[in-house]
Antibody
Framework: QVTLRESGPALVKPTQTLTLTCTFS??????????VSWIRQPPGKALEWLAR???????YYSTYLKTRLTISKDTSKNQVVLTMTNMDPVDTATYYC????????????WGQGTLVTVSS | QSVLTQPPSVSGAPGQRVTISCTGS?????????VHWYQQLPGTAPKLLIY???NRPSGVPDRFSGSKSGTSASLAITGLQAEDEADYYC????????????FGGGTKLTVL
């Protein structure tokens, strides 16, 4: 079955770089059309789309965060990595990775999310 | 300020029908991008409820339905049940934002 799991630090300091890893199973990111996205949710607030990487290595970023984000994949390890530079307390959120079977399709499988707190 | 606009809250009694609107613009919903809907129960990850405007994934009850017209979309829930109390989000993509994804601000459904 399809599973995704986010991993990374629970606490980062302001100005540091956050690196999150999404490890998945049950599908291959080399399959035509397959995509993995990162979405975050600050406590008590709405979902925010961050980035997506497609099976053919096309990458898409939130226009508002583009300068701070980098998404990459390691198909052999079934992992997608998101880095976010210059972290700020407003970046405190639960970060989710999710799968979509097509570039502009819905995210049908989600990880359980990982809470990242930005504080000195 | 979300790119897609949803009402902050809706409510209904058990058995009733409620609708949640999702208003976009000519650069997202109106540009032809599909709309997807998610249900988020407290403390859990979102769950795909409707994809491609009006399609239900396997296992989603047919009490949930989606529609789209012009620059707006709607989620309808009939035969409201207590377990439907959750946050609901619409999602699409926006050509003016280089094709990046966009979410609505979310709607809290309260079952009275």
């Amino acid at each position: 079955q399809v599973t995704l799991r986010e991993s990374g630090p629970a606490l980062v300091k302001p100005t540091q770089t956050l690196t999150l890893t999404c490890t998945f199973s049950g599908f291959s990111l080399s399959t035509s059309g397959m995509c993995v996205s990162w979405i975050r949710q600050p406590p008590g607030k709405a979902l925010e789309w961050l980035a997506r990487i497609d099976w053919d290595d096309d990458k898409y970023y939130s226009t508002y965060l583009k300068t701070r984000l980098t998404i990459s994949k390691d198909t052999s390890k079934n992992q997608v990595v998101l880095t976010m530079t210059n972290m700020d307390p407003v970046d405190t959120a639960t970060y989710y990775c999710a799968r979509s079977p097509s570039s502009y399709g819905g995210n049908d499988y989600w990880g359980q999310g990982t809470l990242v707190t930005v504080s000195s | 300020q979300s790119v897609l606009t949803q009402p902050p809250s809706v409510s209904g009694a058990p058995g009733q029908r409620v609708t949640i609107s999702c208003t976009g613009s000519s650069s997202n919903i109106g540009a032809g991008y599909d709309v997807h809907w998610y249900q988020q129960l407290p403390g859990t990850a979102p769950k795909l409820l409707i994809y491609g405007d009006s399609n239900r994934p396997s296992g989603v009850p047919d009490r949930f339905s989606g529609s789209k017209s012009g620059t707006s979309a709607s989620l309808a829930i009939t035969g409201l049940q207590a377990e439907d109390e959750a946050d609901y989000y619409c999602q699409s993509f926006d050509i003016s934002l280089s094709g990046s994804g966009v979410f609505g601000g979310g709607t809290k459904l309260t079952v009275l």
